[in-house]
């Protein structure tokens, strides 16, 4: 007896078949931008993203993985596999008129998965360097490009605004055709890169595999969001809060959608989707790192501890919590060794496959992390007993098994502690009067600016006039005081195992584990690279567009080309 199956069924058997056959799976990377570790549903936040849940459940969470403290950083380690050291982005993120980038020395991740057959798309921010086209994504590896270049813009008109003048950021970009996009203003940057995302998976053809980068703009500021998702969350009194809630949820029905696609397109069975975010959230901007200390721009788990997990038909074991270590960097190793690829050619690779860790729930081997050396961002203070081993006066951090080492700014308590709890507020008949009452205090804050500013003043003369009539001895006193060297603390050590709020600095209890780990990055700092962050040009957009601004200029290069 023949089974007659409809035409739109055998052409998804077929094109699932054909992808299988080739034995390298298809893979997605979704990116989020600021997104915290209490901003997503299923670390028991207030927030509903009940695709992302569902996703995470389904598949492996990753429950002790870990990113760069900002957005620049963790993107070139994601791109390159290798630490910001090694690629002079150590400091900070690429301002957008700013002559640097991610440097040509050792290929991308999506060079490596083009030369092994994959089709290459990235949708969403670049924000790794945009000065000359040679920098740019489809320069780097990719088919296509669509989304902006600079770091931040605006969520519906997607223009950027500097000295310069405002122009728009958005592009449509080929290997050979570089396009500005005017037509989309007015559409929501999660919706639009979501469809374009969903028609390069339509449009691609199923027997070649393909890898996408979808690096959404959101939930990073400006605080925008269509109205229709804002009615959900007015019950929180916090006004951005309220906005980033709406975002994220906006965000997690663009997942839904992607996901919703790939199967459509036959193509979800022999496909790998990861989620990650860039950073921990911003709390002054709604985010949410609860319970864990910092913010992003820290060392602290609150800065690095990721939110990601791994949904694929392909796990061998699915619906559980992964506690390996696990860093954005070996997502190089791994996707290359998924896409049956090799690492010739590479430089530093900081990363290992971690394939079977998730896969399979294996034994990891890794038990360290460099999270990241800055020499630019250096305390003032002596550096005190350690002098020999290392500069501890320069901001750094490193993992190694259960200990976590901070040094520099942050170490010398310059960075407050910070740990923002979440909004605990539900739907009540006395939310509206909170929310009534928070607006009111805002406003008697803004009222009464001019007062208290008036008032510190006059506390700040009474206080000189004070200081004048100390007697000259007790003036004296306090001049030999103030010249007598400062003990400062310039490290801490904390037990992230049993300690993983980080309440408790074992540093002087533990000189030995201190000195080991100073010397660990010693031994890093040694091979690092200069840091190139050039001062900011005077740039005016082109055609009321930014693009490229150095070709065809001649003049040596402001930093190296290869590293």
Partial sequence: MEILLPTSTWLLLLGSALSIGTGQPNIVFIMVDDLGYNDVGYHMSHIRTPHIDKLSREGVRLDNYYVQPICTPTRSVFMSGRYQIHTGLQHGVISPNQATALPLGSPTLVEKLSQVGYSTYAVGKWHLGFYKKKYLPTRRGFDRFFGFYTGSGDHFRHNRCLKGGCGVDLHDDTRYTFTNIYNESGTYSTDLYTRKAIDFIHAHKTRKPFFMYLAYQAVHGPLQVPHSYKQ?????????????????????????????????????????????????????????NWPFRGRKGEWFEGGIKGVGFVASPLLEKQKYTNRALIHVADWFPTFVKLAKGNMSGTNHIAGIDQWDVISNNAHSKKVMILHGIDPLTKSSSPMGRYSSIFDVRMSAAIRIGDYKLITGPCAEKKCKRRVNKPNKYRITSNNRRKEHRWHEKQKLKRQNKAKLQRKWKQQHHRRVKRMKRLSLAKTKLLEVKNLLPRTVKLIQLYNIRKDPLEKYDVSRKLPNIVQKMLEKLQEFYVTSVTPCYPTNENVSPVNRAWGPWKDGKEGNELCPLLR
């Fill in 232 to 288: 959900e969350y007015l019950h929180i009194p916090d006004p951005p809060r309220r906005l980033f809630a709406a975002m994220t949820t906006a965000l997690d029905e663009g997942v839904g959608k992607i996901v919703t696609a790939l199967k459509k397109k036959g193509v979800w069975n022999n496909t790998v989707l990861v989620f990650s975010t860039d950073n921990g959230a911003d709390p002054k901007n709604g985010g949410s």
